[in-house]
């Protein structure tokens, strides 16, 4: 399969993922015990496949607009510190990263689903939208994956960016 040389040209300086959360990392299903805990499905490949973007030195962020202990459990577990949640305005919180950290947007991707994602996807460097994204969303992506949230379309991206920068033969030594 030949790749899109506008997509490789778009990959190849990001150093920073962000992702949303619910319709993402999960199906986007909430679910609640009885008790009334929230609880999330989230994805064993896209946890291996976001460990393994880190380990290559590829900062992973979340921003989202719920909070969820899941969430942070979540984060917690993958070693994911770079966490926005109960966000509101996503762009904001990307301008905040930026001045902060003295990035620039072609360096960061993020992956979206529905509609608050819009005006962050609209300012970085590589927008992606998962499969089931809403149709705006997907038409605002550079990339869409083949895989809905929740269901490998993280560890489609993770994959995705570590072969495009020439790293995933390498990553593949510790396996084989």
Do not use: H
């Amino acid at each position: 399969m030949t790749m899109n040389p506008e997509i490789i040209r778009r990959i190849m300086p990001i150093s920073t993922l962000l992702l949303d959360v619910d319709g993402v990392l999960t199906d986007g299903s909430i679910v609640y015990s009885g008790s009334g805990d929230e609880i999330k499905s989230f994805n064993a490949k896209d946890g291996l496949g976001l460990r393994l973007l880190m380990d290559a030195g590829i900062t992973v962020g979340i921003v989202t607009g719920r909070r969820s202990p899941a969430l942070q459990k979540r984060c917690d577990n993958l070693g994911i510190t770079l966490v926005f949640d109960g966000v509101a305005d996503k762009k904001q919180v990307l301008e905040r990263l930026i001045l902060e950290n003295g990035l620039s947007a072609d360096t960061i991707a993020f992956a979206g689903d529905d509609l608050p994602d819009i005006r962050i996807m609209k300012s970085v460097g590589f927008p992606i939208a998962v499969a089931d994204a809403a149709p705006p969303v997907k038409e605002t992506a550079l990339y869409v994956t083949a895989s809905p949230g929740g269901k490998g379309a993280v560890r489609e991206i993770c994959e995705l960016i570590l072969k495009t920068k020439g790293l995933w033969d390498t990553i593949m030594e510790r396996f084989i």
